[in-house]
Every structure is written in structure tokens, then in C-alpha cells.
T-cell receptor
């Protein structure tokens, strides 16, 4: 069972809505990630937080806004999304930001933009 | 730049048959290598990982993988496949602050 918990599991939102995806881990990990996965594709890295600071932003549009309130929580704020943003959003964590650390994934949040 | 190639998009095996999923990587130094499995509608579950040491790595669910530096490969194997193994399998390489995934291999198991 995954120790990275994501809520909600499913979200449908209109293009003018503001919503948030939430992620929590209690493994004491100090790196947290957001990935986006389209159907039949591998996950694509969006953001990396290292010790609660944003360390990597993979040129993600500003309509996606990450937030790391503390070492256990990671949010992804969504605003003015487009239908093409519909995807599975995966949160993940690792002990540290170095890729030598194993990354553990949550079950994901399915987002549909209408 | 690091990269991963999974040459097989889709593989079908009979239940009880052996399985080998191919993975080739490109990385300038000693890579960190991973295999993840994703069941439909689910997140990614780590099957096994290679960091250093013994080149034959044992994982969960009866899977193993062998690191072959000379061939830049990290193939995943299972001696006897179960119907519940049907899923998408991703090989990944890490070595910087990013994990790079292959395009995945979809495994179908026939009864």
C-alpha cells in the first residue's frame, strides 16, 4: 500500500473554476513531486520541492501553482485550466531530492476539465 | 542527457509462461535504475531498483531484473506470469534530480 495519499481521487472542473489537489506523506521524506500523466504515456515531471522549497519547475504553465505548506503536505492549485490539462496527476515523495533516492508514488488524482 | 528505451510497446503472454521486458538506458555514469508497475487507473508501484552491487536484483511479486553495463540494459523477468500481472510496466533511470521514464510496456496475460 502506498504511503503517499492523494485527494481527491477524481475531480471534474470547469475552465473558470479554482480547485486544488492535495498530497500527504508521513515517511519523513524531504522531497516531494508532482507528475502529470496522460493516457498511455509515461509520467512527466512538473515540480520538485526539496526541503519545502521549489527546486524544479519544468516550465509548467502558471495556471498550475504548487504549494508546500510543510514537509508532509504538497498542494497543486488549479485555475483557468484547459481541456488538454485533463490527466492523471501523481504526487510522489523521496527521502531526498537526489534521484539515487527511491521515489514513491501516490494513487493519483484523475482530473477532467470541461 | 539520460534516456530510457523500452522497445516493446505491447507484450502478450500466457498465464504460467515466463516473461522478459526489455529496457535500455543511456547515462554517462553509473545509473540508478528502477522498474515500476501501473495497474489500470492506479498510481505507480515500485517493483525493484538497482543502485550498485549485485547485478541481479530481486523485487516484489516474484520479479527480478539484471543490470548489464556492457549492454546498457536492465531487463525485467518473471519465471511464471499470473493473470494479475497484467499492467503497464515502466523502466526509469535516475542520476540527477530527475527520474526519466521509458514509454512503458503494456503486458497482457491470456488464460
Amino acid at each position: 500500500d502506498t504511503e503517499v495519499t492523494q485527494t481527491p481521487k477524481h475531480l471534474v472542473m470547469g475552465m473558470t473554476n479554482k480547485k486544488s489537489l492535495k498530497c500527504e506523506q508521513h515517511m519523513g521524506h524531504r522531497a516531494m513531486y508532482w507528475y502529470k500523466q496522460k493516457a498511455k504515456k509515461p509520467p512527466e515531471l512538473m515540480f520538485v520541492y526539496s526541503y519545502e522549497k521549489l527546486s524544479i519547475n519544468e516550465s509548467v504553465p502558471s495556471r498550475f501553482s504548487p504549494e508546500c505548506p510543510n514537509s508532509s503536505l504538497l498542494n497543486l492549485h488549479l485555475h483557468a485550466l484547459q481541456p488538454e490539462d485533463s490527466a492523471l496527476y501523481l504526487c510522489a515523495s523521496s527521502q531526498g531530492p537526489n534521484s539515487g533516492n527511491t521515489i514513491y508514488f501516490g494513487e493519483g488524482s484523475w482530473l477532467t476539465v470541461v | 542527457a539520460q534516456s530510457v528505451t523500452q522497445p516493446d510497446i505491447h507484450i502478450t503472454v500466457s498465464e504460467g509462461a515466463s516473461l522478459e521486458l526489455r529496457c535500455n538506458y543511456s547515462y554517462g555514469a553509473t545509473p540508478y535504475l528502477f522498474w515500476y508497475v501501473q495497474s489500470p487507473g492506479q498510481g505507480l508501484q515500485l517493483l525493484l531498483k538497482y543502485f550498485s552491487g549485485d547485478t541481479l536484483v530481486q523485487g516484489i511479486k516474484g520479479f527480478e531484473a539484471e543490470f548489464k553495463r556492457s549492454q546498457s540494459s536492465f531487463n525485467l523477468r518473471k519465471p511464471s506470469v499470473h493473470w494479475s500481472d497484467a499492467a503497464e510496466y515502466f523502466c526509469a533511470v535516475g542520476g540527477t534530480s530527475k527520474l526519466t521514464f521509458g514509454t512503458g510496456t503494456r503486458l497482457q496475460v491470456t488464460l
